[in-house]
């Protein structure tokens, strides 16, 4: 995996040439495993975090080698090793979830709940008590709030393609989608003071935006990266709900004597879709490091200077904090066409700098719409 992602972020074929060898070997011999009578009841504690693994990074490979256009790469991206971690994590659930849950496991099951999202399905009931897969704390609280959110997109694309009205169900759909709006702006409320961020403008020409890494001379500044991550996940998970709740109320045609609640509700979401995506575009100069803050001690108001820093390369693994969040942004209905475009530039920019060859496609008309 490390020489796909070496080869694609650096233009090194010949990285390519051995990762591709070494994969398929490694692909030879999970297939034989798999092929042994009763392989996953043989999975236990001292194998099934290798196993997890191994899927991942096997998956990580096939989606460093997809890129559009490319001759060599196969356009038909698959989900098979998706499915793969699913059913292992499956066996831990069953078997050996009576053992705290480690590092491995927690994240396993938060990128399949992201794969469940972007596929459309719905999360299996085993799947939905992050207390059992390690969760705690605010953490667990964001968890309780998202599986939901999962469940509800998932049900509203269901409900769009039935035939005939579906009144009664969409109204409840979108009061469900209303309640976890409500439930993210209470868990925001939570963090501690430092958490918070600091809005700054940028002193540049107005015809400068959008470009490369800002969309508008509007940033926001963070104490540490990591909270800029979970706040970037808060504004994705808001535009979430919101374009979810857009979708819903397209199903419930107005009620004439309804229409001023009906059109009132269309605006509540359209106005909070377009906040989040603001403060995420904002957000995302900060994640990939593009500008630094510095306090003017001799300021009698705590004034603070803004310098720019596009100049140097972008650490991968900045790159990588950005690029779930960019992938709702970019696959959601409802957003501004100019902005959407932008993010879904940057998201195509962090593939290529994370050498994951699948998110350059979201610059296509193959990327994912959700």
């Not at 972020?9 to 390519?16: D, E, L």
């Not at 236990?44 to 096939?62: K, P, Q, S």
């Not at 926001?220 to 909270?227: E, H, L, V």
Request: a neutral charge.
């Amino acid at each position: 995996m490390a020489l796909a992602v070496y080869s694609r972020s650096m233009q090194h074929p010949p990285a390519a040439t051995e990762a591709s060898s070494k994969y398929h070997r490694l692909l030879q011999v999970a297939q034989e495993r798999i092929a042994q009578v009763g392989f996953l009841p043989t999975l236990d504690e001292r194998n099934i975090e290798a196993c997890l693994l191994a899927v991942f990074l096997m998956g990580r490979y096939e989606g460093a080698i997809h890129r559009p256009g490319d001759p060599n790469s196969n356009d038909a991206f698959t989900w098979s090793h998706h499915d793969g971690a699913m059913a292992i994590l499956k066996v831990w659930n069953d078997n050996l979830s009576h053992n705290p849950a480690n590092f491995i496991i927690k994240q396993t099951r938060r990128g399949l709940i992201r794969c469940c999202l972007l596929r459309n399905l719905p999360l299996p009931d085993w799947m939905l008590d992050g207390i059992r897969f390690g969760e705690h704390d605010l953490e667990l609280n964001y968890d309780r709030i998202f599986v939901r959110i999962v469940n509800l997109h998932y049900a509203s694309a269901s409900l769009q393609q039935k035939n005939g009205l579906q009144i009664t169900k969409a109204e409840m759909l979108n009061n469900e989608a209303r309640e976890l709006d409500k439930a993210l702006q209470d868990w925001v409320v939570q963090f501690p003071s430092t958490w918070s961020y600091q809005r700054h403008v940028l002193t540049e020409p107005d015809d400068l935006w959008p470009r490369r890494h800002f969309y508008s001379s509007i940033v926001y500044s963070y104490s540490k990266p990591g909270y800029a991550t979970v706040w970037s996940q808060y504004f994705a998970a808001r535009m979430l709900i919101n374009s979810t709740r857009l979708r819903v109320l397209d199903l419930s045609p107005p009620n004439p004597l309804a229409d001023f609640t009906y059109e009132h509700q269309r605006l509540e979401c359209i106005t909070q879709l377009k906040s989040m995506a603001g403060s995420l575009a904002s957000t995302i100069p900060f994640c990939l490091e593009r500008f630094k803050v510095a306090n003017n001690p001799n300021s009698p108001i705590c004034q603070t200077s803004v310098t720019l820093n596009t100049n140097e390369e972008i650490k991968p693994y900045l790159a990588s904090l950005a690029v779930w969040p960019l992938s709702i942004a970019t696959s959601l209905e409802g957003i501004d066409a100019r902005q959407q475009q932008w993010f879904r530039s940057e998201l195509a920019r962090l593939g290529r700098i994370t050498g994951s060859g699948v998110l350059e496609y979201a610059e296509t008309d193959q990327w994912t719409t959700l």
